[in-house]
């Protein structure tokens, strides 16, 4: 059985847990790494497979061997896809071959009475005017001081609410909401290259104290890793390239391709070898029964080094 998870990248994740929890899953994303996934979904001598799957930095073009592994995983393993705003391949793939459960962003008028319910899963009593606010912010334009957040990030600002002193006050909640959009691979690997590895492990930590598997931030950090790599290979070609000719050639977003290839113009190409390098090592280190926490740690403070020269 599969079963993909679309819409919100919140709601879908946390769909996603939901109904591994019903299976008996462990609650451990794992990078699409065809070989990885292929393994988990086959199964032993203790039952069936099962694999909780993350796509969200999916490309198209490691979309083919993914999917040839998943149209070969035995009828009774349980993969669940979390692949939020699928391609118009990947999309059309699912309707013959996956279940779609689809989550999407409450809107405008739901939003209000999302945020109250959600504040009850937290014993949380928010007067009106308060969850306007904070649903007023969610895709919104927001401020300077507030810009707007999606719901992980709103979920963090319920989280600390719960430990403000009573009563709740529009003015404290205002006070407190410093939002920053959730952080990503791509946040760990600029924080790296720039040298700044204490900001790197500062996110780290903020990750894992989400929940977040350390493998699945390893897998982060080697998918950034590798369309950096690709970066450099294509300024050695043309040292003009612009973003949207590396968006197209990478399958990001242009303005991801920009800040990809700004990193890439930072590189030598002993450091990208390096790089790739640690991060195969850390991976191996990690899926072979090693502490996976240890070998992210290490990852990082080996990539920091590679980049020390630049940092001065």
Excluded at 101 to 109: F, L, Q
Excluded at 214 to 236: D, E, F, T
Aim: hydrophobic share 45%; net charge neutral; charged share 25%.
């Amino acid at each position: 059985m599969i079963q993909v998870f679309t819409g919100d990248s919140f709601l879908a994740r946390e769909a996603l847990l939901q109904e591994a929890r019903l299976q008996g899953l462990a609650p451990r994303m794992m990078p699409p790494e065809p070989a990885l996934v292929a393994q988990e979904a086959s199964g032993g001598l203790f039952g069936p497979g099962g694999a909780l799957v993350d796509l969200r930095d999916l490309s198209e073009t490691e979309w083919k061997p993914l999917r040839e592994v998943l149209e070969a995983v035995p009828p009774d393993a349980v993969v669940l896809l979390l692949d939020p705003r699928p391609t118009a391949a990947r999309s059309k793939w699912y309707a013959d071959k996956a279940q779609k459960r689809d989550h999407p962003t409450p809107g405008p008028k739901e939003m209000t009475n999302w945020v109250i319910n959600r504040a009850r899963h937290y014993d949380l009593k928010l007067p009106g005017a308060i969850a306007s606010y904070l649903a007023g912010l969610v895709g919104g334009k927001g401020s300077a001081e507030n810009p707007a957040m999606g719901l992980e990030a709103l979920e963090q600002e319920l989280k600390k609410l719960c430990l403000v002193s009573p009563p709740i006050t529009l003015e404290k909640v205002q006070a407190l909401a410093a939002l920053d959009a959730p952080i990503s691979g791509f946040d760990l690997v600029r924080s790296i290259t720039e040298g700044k590895p204490t900001q790197a492990f500062k996110y780290a930590r903020e990750l894992l104290e989400r929940g977040e598997d350390p493998l699945r931030i390893l897998g982060a950090l080697s998918w950034q890793y590798v369309r950096v790599a690709r970066a450099w290979a294509l300024l050695q070609d043309d040292p003009m390239l612009g973003e949207g000719m590396a968006a197209s050639a990478l399958g990001m977003h242009p303005y991801a391709a920009k800040q990809t290839l700004l990193l890439a113009k930072k590189m030598t190409a002993e450091a990208v070898v390096q790089a790739l390098e640690t991060l195969m090592g850390a991976e191996e280190a990690a899926k072979t029964g090693k502490d996976m926490r240890l070998a992210l740690e290490r990852a990082m403070a080996l990539l920091a080094r590679i980049h020390q020269p630049a940092a001065h």
